[in-house]
């Protein structure tokens, strides 16, 4: 397996695609965390110490939308093998299952750095934002990067189990923005439609949490949802992440844990079953 790995670091260290990636990455979280900053100092202009917790809500969503530019390196990364028709030789001499769990790693791995370097770059763009070094309680900061991290290395390797599923490098990027764009927030909207009342959702519209884009803004959201809204925070949540009955962020990690071993788990059958020649 190691061999593997290293042959699979190596692939995506000699190709464009993770800066090309990164590129966009830095600049989304430059420009969202500086109007986080300016909005949260005009917001707490009267207030001895702000608010922290905007910040916090720029830093989250801007690593969600890491988690797509995540999600598009894993895809690119595993259908790269077929539109270059190298996957013959990469299977022959790495076997199929090693392989595939070698690009989820590496992925994994490119997506935990996309969101390290959007939680800094976010960090000191939000600080020059607010016109002053005021950092956010440091177990929150720490807290919500972490998760953020997490959510995109989940991403980069759910990301190879759609490339590998969808052998097309078009159609499988193309499928992973229109499934996260699109087709979840109606998907999410029908779900939320059936709730019985706002104040206790039905079941199905509890639904809308455990998909897997919804689970990623809810992990994103819940430290800084609670900081802003205090005891409201899981109704602010709720309004953040476009869901009904949210779990708490730990409990949305795992939810997009399962989709991703799930879809490793849909990936490795069909990988293994494909004919390749």
């Keep these: 397996m190691t061999p593997v790995l290293r042959s699979e670091a190596l692939k995506a260290l000699t190709v464009r695609s993770w800066w090309t990636l990164a590129l966009p990455v830095a600049a989304?979280?430059?420009m969202i965390n500086i109007f986080g900053g300016v909005f949260g100092a005009a917001v707490g202009s009267g207030l001895d110490e702000g608010l922290p917790g905007v910040l916090l809500a720029s830093l989250a969503y801007s690593l969600s939308l890491t988690s797509v530019f995540a999600a598009v390196y894993g895809a690119v990364s595993a259908t790269a093998e077929f539109r270059h028709r190298t996957v013959s030789t990469t299977y022959l001499t790495g076997g199929?299952?090693?392989v595939l769990l070698a690009k989820a790693a590496v992925a994994a791995g490119v997506g935990a750095g996309?969101?390290?370097l959007a939680g800094v770059l976010g960090l000191f763009a939000g600080l020059l934002g607010q016109g002053a070094a005021r950092l956010p309680p440091v177990g929150l900061l720490l807290g919500v990067i972490a998760f953020g991290i997490a959510v995109c290395a989940v991403w980069g390797a759910l990301g190879v189990a759609v490339g590998t599923l969808?052998?097309?490098?078009?159609?499988?990027?193309?499928?992973?923005?229109?499934?996260?764009l699109v087709a979840e927030n109606l998907i999410a909207l029908v779900l939320r439609s059936g709730a019985d009342d706002d104040r206790?959702?039905?079941?199905?519209a509890r639904l809308s949490s455990f998909l897997?884009?919804?689970?990623t803004d809810i992990a994103l959201y819940d430290l800084p949802a609670h900081e802003l809204g205090g005891r409201f925070g899981t109704s602010?949540?709720?309004g953040?992440?476009?869901?009904?009955?949210?779990p708490p962020g730990w409990g949305a990690l795992l939810v997009l844990l399962v989709w991703a071993g799930a879809g490793m788990a849909l990936a490795w059958v069909v990988g293994d079953r494909r004919d390749i020649t």
């Excluded at 969808?166 to 996260?180: D, E, K, M, P, R």
């Excluded at 206790?200 to 199905?204: D, N, R, S, T, W």
């Excluded at 897997?212 to 689970?215: H, I, K, L, W």
């Design 212 to 215: 897997p884009g919804n689970a």
């Design 236 to 238: 602010l949540v709720e």
């Design 28 to 30: 989304l979280a430059i």
């Design 166 to 180: 969808v052998t097309n490098q078009a159609g499988a990027v193309v499928s992973l923005l229109v499934y996260l």
């Design 200 to 204: 206790a959702p039905g079941a199905v």
């Design 240 to 246: 953040l992440a476009g869901v009904s009955g949210p």
């Design 96 to 98: 199929r299952h090693p």
């Design 114 to 116: 996309y969101a390290l």
